[in-house]
């Protein structure tokens, strides 16, 4: 049985005949659905969830906004977005069926601006404050509760103004 796990591709176990993408002899799909290419991509975990965000606007295809049914073929630029990260990746190659990582790496690459502005996001939301320190101690104490309940009641006064 260790021969026979040996005898396969040289990613543990891939190879050309389970997943159309690594295949070089020409027999690879022309076109490919977006959303179906961008679950097989990795991109989205489900291809529902794919369709949701082509939906919502937040994935072009060569600088056109895509429809989930929108035809998909080597050489397309796909931008996408997902939370703050925007992504500009080109088609290399299509595969109707989802595999490993590895093999779904191999289907795009990303172009060398998207890097450098992921890497630029990435340094910006290291560098930038936690949004939890802006609240300083959570529940106010019994005594930030009271000098708050002061402040908020000005005793019996009608007007801001001091008359007396």
């Known amino acids: 049985m260790l021969e026979n796990r040996r005898a396969h591709g040289p990613i543990g176990g891939l190879d050309a005949t389970r997943f159309p993408a690594l295949a070089d002899n020409g027999s690879r799909m022309e076109?490919?659905?977006v959303d179906k290419w961008l679950w097989v991509a990795r991109f989205y975990k489900t291809r529902s969830l794919a369709t949701e965000e082509i939906g919502k606007g937040r994935v072009d295809v060569n600088a056109v906004q895509a429809k989930p049914a929108r035809e998909l073929?080597?050489?397309?630029t796909v931008t996408l977005r997902q939370g703050p990260v925007t992504r500009t990746v080109v088609v290399k190659a299509l595969s109707g069926t989802r595999g490993p990582a590895p093999?779904?790496?191999q289907l795009y690459e990303e172009t060398a601006?998207?890097?450098t502005a992921r890497r630029q996001t990435a340094e910006q939301?290291?560098?930038?404050p936690e949004p939890a320190l802006?609240?300083?101690?959570?529940?106010?104490t019994k005594r930030g509760?009271?000098?708050?309940?002061?402040a908020q009641h000005w005793g019996d006064r009608w007007s801001a103004s001091i008359d007396e």
């Open 31 to 33: 076109k490919l659905r």
């Open 73 to 76: 073929k080597t050489g397309d």
């Open 103 to 105: 093999v779904a790496q």
């Open 113 to 115: 601006d998207s890097l």
């Open 125 to 128: 939301r290291r560098y930038a």
């Open 134 to 140: 802006s609240i300083e101690n959570g529940r106010p």
């Open 145 to 150: 509760r009271r000098e708050l309940e002061n």
